[in-house]
Structures are given as C-alpha cells and as structure tokens.
C-alpha cells in the first residue's frame, strides 16, 4: 500500500538555525498538509497545500514557516530560524483528488531544538 | 466543522469487540464522520470514514445513528497492537479542508 515518507526521522537542532523538513506523499494525491504535536498535546495543523499555493494555514504558521513543493515528489516545511518552542512532532499528509478522500499521514519528523 | 466528544479512555480484553462512541450533535449534511488512530507517537492513521451509512472495511465498522448526532467505531476482535488513541474528526466535504484532532479516546487492549 502507498504511503506518505518523511525524512528525516529525528532531526536535533540549535535555536535560530534553519530546518528544513521532507515529505514524499503518495504519488496521485494532490492535497498536502503539515501537522505538529508538541509532546503529550493535541495533534495541530499547521498548513494545506493545493496546487503550488497555500489553501488555509493556523495562527502557528507565521512567517518563520514555509511550505514549497520544489519538484513533482517531494513537499517541504521549512522554519527559518527555529525557536525551543518548536520542538515537536511535524506530520506531514496528503490526501487525493475526490472530496471526501482521506488524509494518509507519515510517521513524522521528530524536531528537537536545544 | 462541528465538534465531537469522546470518552478519554476505555478498555477492552483481546479477542473482544471494542465499541468506541463519539458524539457530533452538530454535525451539518455536508460533514463526514472520520476515525484516525494513534499509536505511541507515530503518524495518525486513517481507519473508516462515512456521511449516513454505515461502513465496513478490513480494519473496522462504523455504524453512525440515523439523526447523524453520534457513531460508533467498532473493532471486532481487539489485540494487543490496537492499543492507541482513537480520534473521531467532523470535516467537511471541501477538498482541502483540514482535520482537527481532539484529545480522542485512548483504548486500551488487555490480556
């Protein structure tokens, strides 16, 4: 069965430096989304993502995030200068064409900032 | 998308069915009713979605009430590995409309 890859699994950074985090969704989707947890909370989204424009996005997608999709696979949620505060789990999902298809998530990047 | 409330935890014996309800007394024609599970800390994972009827696939049933106001995911033969946080989502039928994850129910599968 096809599923949304994200890599890397575990990425340690230090505060104020650039993340860059990857996903590969599932080849026919054409909806993609970042999620967060931050651990022992909510799962939250961040962004959506249709036709190489941002579709909706929370109040915690501020200017220090940025989504891109820079080839025909992969689909990137960049922070540029990374707070402790964004230490969490990031989803990533995609979801296909029809309206009432569901989202099929990845198993995340774990993003710690020291 | 209208809200939903879930126990925050139940268990159930292995082999058992394990019938989880959610409420959505809000819910308008247009919203669907999706079941995700979590396991520990990795990705939510998709299980069954419906709009009035009630649904099968290999994983589990939904039954949802005709008014629409609740649902019931229903596991036929709990094991151990179903072990998680089950989360009933409200979404709409727009194509890029979002998830939003509550607190869910977190199932716990004994011997």
């Known amino acids: 069965e096809p599923e949304v890859t994200q890599t890397p699994s575990h990425q340690v950074t230090q505060m104020g430096q650039e993340v860059i985090l990857r996903c590969v969704p599932i080849s026919n989707h054409l909806y993609f989304y970042w999620y967060r947890q931050i651990l022992g909370q909510k799962v939250e989204f961040l962004v959506s993502?249709?036709?190489?424009?941002?579709?909706?996005k929370s109040e915690i997608f501020d200017d220090q995030f940025s989504v891109e999709r820079p080839d025909g696979s992969n689909f990137t949620l960049k922070i540029r200068s990374t707070k402790l505060e964004d230490s969490a789990m990031y989803f990533c999902a995609s979801s296909a064409r029809v309206s009432d298809s569901p989202l099929h998530f990845g198993n995340g990047t774990r993003l710690t900032v020291t | 998308d209208a809200k939903t409330t879930q126990p925050p935890s139940m268990d159930c014996a292995e082999g058992r069915a394990a019938n989880l309800p959610c409420n959505h007394s809000t819910i308008s024609g247009n919203e669907y009713v999706y079941w995700y599970r979590q396991i520990h800390s990795q990705g939510p994972q998709y299980i069954i979605h419906?709009?009035?009827n009630n649904e099968t696939n290999e994983m589990a049933s939904l039954i949802i009430t005709e008014d629409r106001k609740s649902s019931t995911l229903i596991l036929p033969h709990a094991t151990l590995r179903d072990t998680a946080v089950y989360y009933c989502?409200?979404?709409?039928?727009?194509?890029?409309?979002?998830?939003?994850f509550g607190t869910g129910t977190r199932l716990q599968v004994t011997l």
């Open positions: 419906g709009l009035k």
């Open positions: 993502f249709y036709n190489n424009e941002i579709s909706e």
């Open positions: 989502i409200v979404k709409s039928s727009g194509t890029a409309s979002k998830l939003t």
